[in-house]
């Protein structure tokens, strides 16, 4: 059974960064389409960044373009989200979770996952 586990979140000022890490075990992810969602209290749960299994597909919210940056490393069944340029409106719980399959959807909906992490807390202060 596939398992992942965030980590690498925290309270940072307007206009920093921070690196979220996304650890897979018990199944490898190199056929998965991976991708990045967060929720804000009374929000509901948005999809910001996706990738595909060969990484050769990357798709992000129009909110965090140009600002975040998704990669992964199969070999390591690792994947990240670069954030720079952090505004409060980042502010959320991060999850990564895993596709159905290897290709990655125009829309990064919440019905194309299903398996997901426990979630990061990111907190951007103005």
């Known amino acids: 059974q596939l398992q992942l586990a965030e980590s690498g979140g925290g309270s940072v000022q307007a206009g920093g960064s921070l690196r979220l890490s996304c650890a897979a075990t018990g199944a490898p992810i190199s056929v998965r389409c991976i991708a990045w969602f967060r929720q804000s209290p009374g929000k509901e749960r948005e999809g910001v960044a996706a990738?595909?299994?060969?990484?050769?597909?990357?798709r992000y919210d129009d909110s965090v373009k140009g600002r975040f940056t998704i990669s992964r490393d199969n070999a390591k069944k690792m994947v990240y989200l670069q954030m720079e340029s952090l505004r409060s409106e980042d502010t959320g719980m991060y999850f990564c979770?895993?596709?159905?399959?290897?290709?990655?959807?125009?829309?990064?909906?919440?019905?194309?996952?299903?398996?997901w992490g426990q979630g990061t807390q990111v907190t951007v202060s103005s």
């Open positions: 979770a895993s596709g159905y399959g290897a290709v990655c959807r125009e829309e990064i909906s919440r019905s194309y996952f299903g398996f």
């Open positions: 990738i595909s299994s060969g990484g050769g597909t990357i």
